[in-house]
């Protein structure tokens, strides 16, 4: 079951508390205060790791709790320090203080961690509060309480090239062609139901990711449909593909399918329809006259939009479009690195 967003309680442990107590040794007249401090208690860890793939644990334990930090005692003993609770998420989380809508952390790199509830701090011991007027102090403090909040959790993939289309576009049929991924395929529409990320390889040593989401249908930035629901994994995205059937067979006018589409994606968020994309026509296989295919061509060429007419299941048009995609993919790294 893919999971993409959770809501979990954390509560970070309370400090332990600092003691109160005096040095009691034969033959030493005068033992002074030796109350040690109390220790930290645990802090709440959220870490990425690249071996989940889904938030579908943490909607099974909602709930973490830290441990509290040991009590002082005599002989300037400190107590025990909590250990922390780490909670390994996706790569690609971002984590946000459920009530207050704030981000507190993204989650874009493997290995890296945040802390979302910080654990309480330990109290002084009486030993700290001696002084040249006060050498008998009974004054000690007790363990600072550990922090405790909702956080909302969700996953974004992190994928170079975002796959949009219409249901059966053939968008999953399309991942299965150029890479290794193995997404259902099948003749009715919805057959994606998750996301699917593939790895498309070219020019010998070079690669690059692809996120496929389930399918848009007009009226889904109003929550019509599957696709509004994970359009969110491709806000990482650096390129988009619009994929439009041209068969003979399709329902759809390609360049209203195409125009949809976009009206779509900036309802949901405009940032999306200013990202670079191409369009690609899919199923040439089977475009009967081609007058479909005819019409979208043309509607590019006027507007200046890189088109390309594919088919995944003869491989017609393929080897054109991915090495494109990946010189698009390379330049525009670059350019990020450039600019960090």
């Known amino acids: ?83 922390d609770v780490v909670i390994k998420v996706p790569v690609g989380t971002i984590v946000y203080d459920d ?51 909702w ?13 949009v289309g219409f249901p059966n576009a053939g968008k999953s049929t399309f991942v299965a062609a150029v890479s290794a991924a193995r997404p ?21 040593d070079r690669s690059f990711v692809i996120a496929d989401i389930p399918g848009l249908i007009e009226g889904a930035h109003e929550g019509k449909g599957l696709g509004f629901q994970f359009l969110r994994h491709i806000e ?18 390609p360049i209203m399918s195409f125009e949809v589409m976009r009206k779509e994606l900036e309802a949901y968020n405009a940032a999306l329809v200013r990202k670079p994309f191409a369009v690609v026509g899919t199923k040439v296989d089977i475009k009967g006259d081609g007058t479909r295919l005819a019409a979208l061509r043309a509607y590019c060429r006027g507007r200046q939009i890189r088109f390309f007419p594919v088919s995944a299941v003869t491989r017609e048009g393929l080897t054109g479009l991915i090495q494109f995609v990946g010189k698009q993919i390379d330049t525009m790294r670059m350019r990020c690195e450039t600019s960090s």
């Open 99 to 149: 009530e207050t809508g704030q981000q507190l952390t993204d989650l874009t790199q493997d290995g890296q961690s945040h802390v979302v509830a910080l654990g309480g701090r330990g109290g002084r011991g009486n030993s700290h509060f001696a002084t040249s007027t006060n050498r008998v102090p009974t004054h000690f403090e007790h363990g600072t309480p550990g922090e405790e909040r």
């Open 1 to 83: 079951m893919f999971v993409d967003q959770v809501r979990i309680f954390v509560k970070a442990g309370a400090g332990g508390d600092g003691a109160c107590s005096f040095r009691r040794e034969k033959y030493v007249p005068r033992g002074g205060p030796d109350g040690g401090d109390g220790g930290h208690g645990g802090n709440i860890i959220v870490a990425a790791s690249r071996q989940l793939t889904t938030l579908l644990d943490l909607r099974y334990q909602q709930h973490y709790t830290a441990k509290s930090g040991g009590r002082g005692e005599g002989s300037n003993r400190h107590g025990k320090t909590a250990p």
């Open 184 to 204: 259902k395929i099948a003749d009715y529409p919805f057959t994606t139901l998750t996301p699917n990320l593939g790895v498309v390889s070219w020019d010998d």
């Open 151 to 163: 956080l909302r959790l969700e996953l974004k993939l992190l994928a170079d090239v975002g796959l």
């Open 236 to 253: 990482r995205t650096l390129f988009l593909l619009h994929l439009i059937d041209i068969s003979e067979w399709a329902g759809e006018d």
